[in-house]
């Protein structure tokens, strides 16, 4: 019997979904709900459920973000979307992402009980992972979900690199995937690691901020994410291949 996670914020809805429709019918049972986005992810990491059906509007959930992380860190799991939310866009983004079904509320039952039935009979045929294809729909949907997840994490680092304190979990939790798994991602969408990427977007602010001569360089330290003056011209001179100072310099004077 396959196991089901329903997340929505209405508890009016999810009480429904758990008592209108038959589960036992269609070889399935309600193994847990949430009415919280980032709850539900949570039961879905615990439960590992085979089949969920979420809502993808909801306080303080990136919709999106949410179910590429869904695809991208549980492949295996089957995924429906019911939701008030109606935009041909956003629909088809969802799709793209591996949403079996976009659903609008109020929908009726036959198109939920199909969706269902879908997929059931996903699950019923999906073959071993020995036997999976790299370029199979299926495959193309989960590197689909993880090139949207390596995008919305750089536009998060570029527009946080300047806090000292910027973690991968960081990231990792504005992207609803576990550390591991964004670090994984990151290395084989871009070929470097965190720790690289975020540094060198800092060395791109500190240039940026190094070409106006009034701001001193312990400011462009602090404005760049760096505790300290030895820590920055340290990182610096490793990227840039000189010093703050030096780099400044050659940007300053004119040619000989």
Not at 73 to 100: H, K, N, S
Not at 152 to 170: F, G, V
Not at 218 to 230: F, I, L, M, N, R
């Amino acid at each position: 019997m396959y196991q089901v996670v329903l997340v929505d914020d209405e508890r009016l809805i999810l009480r429904g979904l758990q008592t209108v429709v038959n589960w036992a019918e269609m070889n399935c049972a309600v193994a847990g709900t949430s009415c919280d986005g980032k709850a539900g992810l949570e039961l879905i990491r615990s439960l590992r459920p085979d089949i969920v059906i979420t809502d993808i509007r909801m306080p303080n959930m990136d919709g999106l973000t949410m179910l590429a992380a869904l695809r991208s860190e549980f492949p295996e799991i089957q995924t429906a979307v019911l939701t008030a939310y109606r935009d041909f866009d956003y629909a088809r983004e969802a799709l793209t992402l591996g949403v079996t079904r976009y659903l609008l509320k109020p929908s009726n039952m036959e198109e939920l009980k199909e969706a269902i039935r879908l997929m059931v009979s996903r699950l019923d045929s999906r073959p071993a992972a020995a036997e999976k294809k790299a370029d199979s729909p299926e495959e193309e949907t989960v590197l689909n979900a993880g090139n949207y997840l390596v995008r919305s994490a750089l536009q998060y680092m570029r527009e946080h690199c300047m806090e000292q304190h910027l973690s991968l979990s960081d990231v990792a939790d504005h992207v609803y995937v576990s550390q591991w798994h964004l670090s994984k991602l990151l290395n084989r969408e871009t070929g470097k690691s965190f720790f690289d990427l975020l540094g060198s977007m800092r060395i791109d602010r500190a240039r940026k901020l190094l070409a106006d001569p009034s701001v001193r360089i312990h400011e462009v330290a602090e404005a760049a994410g760096y505790a300290d003056v030895a820590h920055f011209s340290k990182s610096f001179k490793k990227w840039a291949g000189c010093t703050p100072g030096e780099y400044r310099r050659q940007i300053h004077l004119p040619d000989q």
